[in-house]
């Protein structure tokens, strides 16, 4: 955050790291990039103000992978009326490289500090379903379409953020791009506050009721699986309750309660028994059990 | 150019393409990418904000290249007096990948549209003696220190070209990345004007001269090399030329008028004879000719 409120932020997505060819088409990688950058504006409550793309093309086909990661990049700006403002094309030998900068201007920025023992901890939509997504992916299995959908069109909620910000007190925020455990993780560090996120109220992407069985790995991905760019973020106790009917209309996405924050500090899952156990960590780009 | 002066850039490095290990370190090639960035604000007359740094580092090696990486873009920008503020870090599959978003501030952003016919040329500094050390590294040959200097350690006009706009009117301006022959070219598309370049008036990269002994492969180099990141500008006939002794006393760099607007289009070298004749592109990182 700079002065006048001007924000910025910046997501590098290469081919073979964030992305395969045989998984979705370069179209599709560049709407995901783009709404995955833009996520980035949506969790500091920020207005969109421009985007710039930098591109690592692959010789021999740098025109036609240029002009496909412009199109899905240009249909994600479109879709939250926002325009690419510019970039710079490079040659690359050998992944496709897609950087994202987004610009955006925050009257009051939204932070990861900044919440206090007795807020509640909110979440925009559902989580889950890219995560599971890419598991079903890597082991070769079909994507139902929903689920599909998910991973490859993701919603910055850029608009919803700024809704509730007009209306209620958001005490902190962070988009969901590592995962929720490593995600709120950041939000307890930065506020040096404990976050208790409840097992039962975690509203799982229902798109993974059919391709994933056991209930206990539909939460890991809900806890654990990145990349659902939904927003979680903290209010006063009793503050957000009466807007959630009303945000379901305007947005057709729910809101829900999935926590608190207390006195202490990291993040702690409470089960459907009550019990309180400690969570650790998200998705890491560069551990060995989650690499893609 | 955004609302309130507000102005952006991005620039891709990927090892293989914009620089080898066996070449120069990691450390250098941060400073490199950092400084060709910031050059970008030098062309429009910013004063610099921040600078963002998203790298791609290959499994095994992150935290050093990482490490390396931000050294060489700290002093970068410490060399202008600005800071880093934030950046994205991923896994690469292969290449070490650096994109360096830059942010400034231009009260009147010099644009390579806004130069006329009457107009003169100016440039900073020296030109060439990037693309010849690239060259020469290229054949395997050795560096003298003064061209591998030039190569690994750019000096973006940021304060020499805010320094000029206080003094004089400036046209219309552009770093030199490309290549001369070939920013000059932009400069003369978007103004709508012929750019004459005297071949007399050139200032050479005095480096050149033990390492490459003809002249018109020095010539070459100068109008054809990329990556000099010295500015070249326009201005009214007889404003400039009063400020260069002071202009090479503040900055230690000198400040050479190199030829003339005219109308028409294109960018046309004059050769010592008077002969004009056209030249043609710069730099281009996907030709076969000149990739690296």
């Not at 910025?8 to 045989?22: N, P, T, W, Y």
């Not at 994600?76 to 040659?91: M, P, T």
């Not at 559902?126 to 997504?133: M, N, Y």
């Not at 059919?210 to 006063?236: K, M, N, Q, S």
Request: one cysteine or more; charged letters at 25%.
């Amino acid at each position: 955050v700079l002065d006048g409120g001007l924000v910025v932020s910046v997501d590098l997505s290469v081919e073979g790291v964030h992305f395969r060819r045989d998984w979705f088409s370069l179209e599709e990688a560049g709407y995901r990039a783009t709404a995955g950058a833009l996520s980035d504006l949506a969790a500091m409550a920020a207005e969109p103000l421009g985007v710039l793309l930098s591109m690592g093309l692959p010789r021999g086909e740098k025109d036609t992978v240029s002009q496909a990661l412009q199109r899905g990049a240009r249909e994600a700006c479109r879709s939250q009326g926002v325009q690419i403002l510019g970039g710079d094309l490079s040659g690359s030998p050998g992944p496709v490289i897609l950087d994202v900068t987004v610009l955006g201007r925050a009257d009051s920025p939204l932070l990861r500090r900044g919440c206090r023992p007795g807020d509640e901890v909110w979440m925009t939509g559902w989580v889950g379903g890219s995560g599971a997504a890419v598991h079903l992916l890597g082991e070769g299995r079909g994507l139902p379409e929903t689920l599909r959908e998910r991973l490859i069109h993701p919603s910055p909620r850029i608009r919803e953020i700024r809704w509730l910000q007009d209306r209620v007190t958001l005490t902190a925020g962070i988009d969901l791009s590592d995962g929720l455990a490593g995600d709120t993780g950041h939000l307890a560090a930065a506020s040096e506050v404990k976050v208790i996120l409840e097992a039962e109220k975690l509203l799982l992407d229902p798109g993974m009721e059919d391709a994933i069985h056991d209930p206990a790995e539909r939460l890991h991905f809900g806890l654990r699986g990145g990349e659902d760019y939904e927003v979680c973020f903290t209010a006063p106790p009793g503050e957000v309750h009466a807007l959630t009917e009303v945000f379901r209309e305007v947005f057709g996405v729910p809101l829900t309660r999935i926590g608190r924050v207390e006195a202490g500090n990291g993040v702690h899952l409470q089960d459907r028994d009550g019990l309180v156990s400690p969570l650790f960590g998200g998705f890491d780009h560069f551990s060995d059990e989650e690499q893609r």
